[in-house]
C-alpha cells in the first residue's frame, strides 16, 4: 500500500523537484506551507488526523511535576478523544465529509507526550495507525525530555522504510528564565541535544513556539526564532497563549498580572519568527485553534481565518517573507 502511493525508500524531506525550483526566489507573503510541502511530497493532498492515545505527560504524573505546565488544560491541548481506540478516531475522521479529494492521511499523536509510555504500548499504538489503509506516516507530539533510544530505534526504523515521520516537540521558548516561568520542567538545551539525536535518526523535526508567554517582549520572541534556525529542524509550528478555564493561566489572568497580546501584536510577532527562520523550513500552523468552549481569553483567537488572513495581508505591507532576516536568504528575484 505504501509503495503504491509513492513513498518506497526516498527520503520524505529530499524531494525530485527542490524548494528553489518550486518556489523560485522568495517574495513578499511567502511562507513555505504544509499543505505545498505535502502535495509536492506525495503529490496529491495529504491531511493530519488528531488522535488522543490517552497517555499521560512526566509533567503531571509526579516524575517531573504534577500540575503540568501554566497553560495546560486536562486534555494536554488535544482532542480528549481518548476512551475510542486510534483505528476508531482514524476511521470516524475519514468517513467525515471534506471539502476536497485527498489522497492520504498522517496520523498525529496530539494529546499530552506520546512517546511517554513502555515501547511495547508505543509500538502497539504507532502499528495500529500505520496499519489503516491511506495512513502514510506519523506526527508524534511529545517533549524534548521524553526521547529515549528505544523510542528512537523504533521511529528510525519507520522512517527508513519510507514512511513520513515527523516528531513534533515542543520547545515554547528559548530562554531558560521563561521555561522555568511557565513550568514547562527542561532547558533549551535539553531541547538542543533531542533536535541532534532526531535528525541522526533520520526524522523531521517540527519545533512548536507559543508567542506571548508571560514575562517575554517582543525581543525575547526574535531571539528564540534566531536561537532555533541554527538547528537541524525541519518545521515550525506557531501558537499564540491563550487562556483555558481550570488551568494556572487563569488565575494569573484574573489576578491582573498577565495581558494576552493583541490580534495585532501577535501578527507582527508570528512574521518577526518567520523572517528568521530558514526558507526551508515547513511551516505547518501559523496560530491556534482553541476550543471555544473551554477558551477565556483573547476571543480573537476564535477566528483562525481572520488570524492568517491578517498575517498574510501584513507580510505584503511589511513586504517580508521566511527567512528574509535569516544569514544566506535569497531576496525577492
Known amino acids: 500500500m505504501k509503495e503504491s502511493l509513492g513513498l518506497q525508500s526516498q527520503s520524505p524531506w529530499n524531494s525530485p523537484r527542490g524548494t528553489e525550483e518550486t518556489h523560485g526566489s522568495p517574495f513578499p507573503g511567502w511562507y ?3 499543505n505545498s510541502f505535502l502535495r ?8 493530519k488526523i488528531p488522535l488522543d492515545a490517552g497517555l499521560s505527560c512526566p509533567n503531571r504524573d509526579g516524575t517531573i511535576g504534577s500540575h503540568g505546565c501554566i497553560y495546560c488544560d486536562s486534555k ?8 475510542r481506540t486510534i483505528s476508531q478516531q482514524i476511521l470516524d475522521y475519514i468517513s467525515k465529509p471534506r471539502k476536497a479529494n485527498v489522497g492520504g492521511y498522517l496520523a498525529y499523536f496530539q494529546s499530552f507526550t506520546n512517546t511517554y509510555a513502555p515501547i511495547s504500548k508505543l509500538e502497539e499504538l504507532y502499528q495500529e495507525a500505520l496499519s489503516i489503509p491511506g495512513i502514510l506516516g506519523l506526527c508524534i507530539g511529545t517533549r524534548p525530555d521524553c526521547l529515549g533510544e528505544d523510542v528512537m530505534a523504533l521511529l528510525r526504523d519507520y522512517a527508513s522504510r519510507g514512511l513520513m515521520i515527523w516528531l513534533e516537540m515542543g520547545l515554547q521558548s528559548a530562554h531558560d528564565e521563561t521555561l522555568l516561568r511557565i513550568r514547562r520542567g527542561h532547558d533549551f538545551s535539553t531541547f538542543q541535544k533531542a533536535a541532534i539525536r532526531a535528525e541522526r535518526a533520520g526524522l523531521l523535526i517540527c519545533v512548536h513556539l507559543i508567542l506571548g508567554l508571560p514575562g517575554e517582549t517582543t525581543e525575547h520572541m526574535r531571539e528564540t526564532a534566531r536561537r532555533i534556525s541554527s538547528l537541524p529542524l525541519h518545521g515550525l509550528k506557531l501558537h499564540g497563549l491563550y487562556v483555558v478555564k481550570g488551568t494556572e ?7 491582573g498580572s498577565y495581558e494576552p497580546l493583541t490580534m ?3 501578527v507582527d510577532a508570528a512574521i518577526d519568527v ?16 482553541p476550543d471555544p468552549r473551554s477558551l477565556v481569553s483573547p476571543s480573537w ?5 481572520k488570524v492568517i488572513h491578517a498575517i498574510k495581508a501584513r507580510m505584503l505591507e511589511r513586504r517580508t517573507w521566511q527567512g528574509r532576516l535569516f544569514p544566506d536568504s535569497r531576496g525577492p528575484g
Open 76 to 83: 494536554g491541548s488535544g482532542t480528549g478523544a481518548a476512551p
Open 274 to 289: 518567520l523572517e528568521r527562520i530558514p526558507p526551508s523550513w515547513v511551516v505547518h500552523r501559523l496560530t491556534s485553534d
Open 40 to 47: 509536492e511530497r506525495f503529490g496529491f493532498k495529504v491531511q
Open 32 to 34: 513555505r506551507d504544509l
Open 301 to 305: 483567537m476564535l477566528d483562525k481565518g
Open 249 to 255: 493561566m487563569e488565575r494569573i489572568l484574573e489576578e
Open 264 to 266: 495585532e501584536e501577535y
